[in-house]
């Protein structure tokens, strides 16, 4: 295989050379623009016969994916190259690198997640080396008190007494603690998750239920009845404890240009940390949300159109 082409993307021989040197010079003629390419450019940049990159350019100006100036002879993408519509492109694909280096750099899974229908809704999911992540796209949990609380921290009080009041009735110390929790969130700017044998089993629970129908009343009950069962997060007098308690996620918000918050962004620790090594995965969560952020207003302007943030 010539080299400048590049290697097949699996082990073994290219099924199909040709193929592949119609994607080379759409490549490079993407990477070249706006500037056109002549003929011997491609050629010699490509190391192909001046015969088969005619052919090949032929070809695709005929389907207008290349044009060819009429004076100059050089070569350009054309209009008829299909391209992805942005408004159809889901943010979270939009995402998928940056999720990979955030990945990589903390050294366990992380997840995107929105908020649909009275859901928490995992969209995206990467572990480390291609593994298998313990939270997986497409799972789901009911979007009552106290999961999903880094979309309601900065949410008005009438949104966070929907979220509080949905879980049904639950202890005095929980509808005392979650205030302040929730102002933690805002002051520190992630949400962090103990794991504790009821929300395993809660979890567990969930994700058994037929259809993961969300909405079902006994899903809502049984998210209500980790607000009963376990203390929720961690308030700053309980952070020199933290390496003491295993813990599920650490998550934070992603907000949209107008300050709504769109996303989540979770780190998948299942483990013990110590509280250097929560706030320094904090930190880069943070960072990965307003680099997200940055992103989603990009493509908000692109597109014309603003994501909303369903809270309830």
Known sequence: ????????????????????RVVAIVELLAAAAPEPLTLAEICRDLRISRSTGHAILAT?????????????G????????????????????????PMRRLCSTLGVAVCLSEVRDGAIVVVESI???????????????????????EFVAWAPATARRRWLDAAGPVNDVFHARIPQVLNELQVRGYGIER????????YTALLALDGGNVADPVAVRLAGAVA????VDFLPGELAQIDQSPLATISAPIFSGEGNVVMSVSAQAYSRLTLEQVRSTGDRLIEFA??????????????GDSPNADIG
């Open 127 to 149: 572990a480390p080396d291609a593994g298998r992540p313990l939270v997986q796209a497409g799972q789901q949990l009911p979007f009552v008190a106290p999961f999903g609380r």
């Open 74 to 97: 050089r070569y350009a993408l054309g209009g008829g190259m299909p391209r992805a519509n942005p408004a159809s492109v889901p943010m979270s694909r939009l995402l998928r690198e």
């Open 228 to 231: 009963d069962l376990t203390i």
């Open 60 to 72: 695709l100006c005929a389907c207008d994916w290349v044009l060819r100036d009429p004076l100059s």
């Open 195 to 202: 794991l504790s044998d009821p929300l395993l089993k809660v």
């Open 1 to 20: 295989m010539n080299a400048k082409l590049g290697p097949p993307r699996d082990a073994g021989q290219d099924p199909s050379p040709p193929t592949r």
């Open 290 to 303: 307003e680099e997200a952020s940055s992103l989603i207003a990009q493509h908000v302007l692109f597109i």
